[in-house]
């Protein structure tokens, strides 16, 4: 599965890519996780408030940090 995370950086896109990697480490899944940084990028995935979690290409929330629970719950 390829987690992305989209942002510019800052400490909710770090706390995102942390938990969504406890998430799918707690899950058990085999999992890439790519931070993607760049607008244009951020973008095309259909971001418009960061930070943005999109999961095999399909975009499961954005402007938030879901708990660990939360992410999970994409993620099955």
Same mark, same amino acid.
Do not use: H, N, W
């Given at each position: 599965?390829l987690i992305e995370? /989209? &942002?510019?950086?800052?400490? @909710?896109? #770090? %706390?995102?890519?942390?938990?969504?990697?406890? !998430? !799918?480490? &707690?899950? &058990? @899944?085999?999992?890439? %996780?790519? @931070? =993607?940084?760049?607008?244009?990028? =951020? +973008?095309?995935?259909?971001?418009?408030?960061t930070p943005g %979690? +999109? +999961?095999?290409?399909? /975009? #499961?929330?954005?402007?938030?940090v879901p708990t +660990?629970?939360? =992410?999970?719950?994409? %993620?099955?």
């Amino acid at each position: 599965m390829l987690i992305e995370v /989209l &942002g510019s950086g800052c400490a @909710k896109c #770090k %706390l995102l890519a942390e938990r969504a990697e406890e !998430a !799918a480490q &707690g899950l &058990g @899944k085999e999992f890439a %996780l790519m @931070k =993607i940084t760049e607008y244009p990028a =951020i +973008v095309a995935r259909g971001v418009m408030t960061t930070p943005g %979690l +999109v +999961v095999d290409g399909v /975009l #499961k929330c954005q402007g938030q940090v879901p708990t +660990v629970a939360a =992410i999970q719950a994409f %993620l099955r």
